[in-house]
């Protein structure tokens, strides 16, 4: 069955950056939208940046300006490259392609 594995998450600084990655198994990042979303510990989950089939972006007001979301159609990957990462970052980062959902991937800001 289609299965998406994520990765890259971990402890960074105040101020650094991260890239997320989301290996599609099962299922095709050519041909499906693809979105990343995030959860607080205690909160709903929010969306940080989603990409439609044609490929245009929209980014969600936590992460606006400091994320940009992409794919590698020959590797069957979707990415999200965080910068500026501050502490209220701290969240569980959540795939989604075409209806699928990722495990998700820990990342923690933090000196």
């Known amino acids: 069955q289609a299965r998406l594995v994520e990765s890259g998450g971990g402890l960074v600084q105040p101020g650094g950056s991260l890239r997320l990655s989301c290996v599609a198994s099962?299922?095709?990042?050519?041909?499906?939208?693809m979105a990343w979303h995030r959860q607080v510990q205690g909160k709903e989950m929010e969306l940080v940046a989603f990409?439609?089939?044609?490929?245009?972006?929209t980014y969600g007001d936590s992460m606006k300006g400091r994320s940009t979301i992409s794919a590698d159609v020959g590797r069957n990957t979707v990415y999200l490259q965080m910068d500026s990462l501050k502490f209220e970052d701290t969240a569980v980062y959540f795939c989604?392609?075409?209806?699928?959902w990722g495990q998700g991937t820990r990342v923690t800001v933090s000196p």
């Open positions: 989604f392609i075409g209806g699928c």
């Open positions: 099962g299922i095709s990042v050519n041909g499906n939208h």
């Open positions: 990409m439609s089939r044609s490929g245009t972006k």
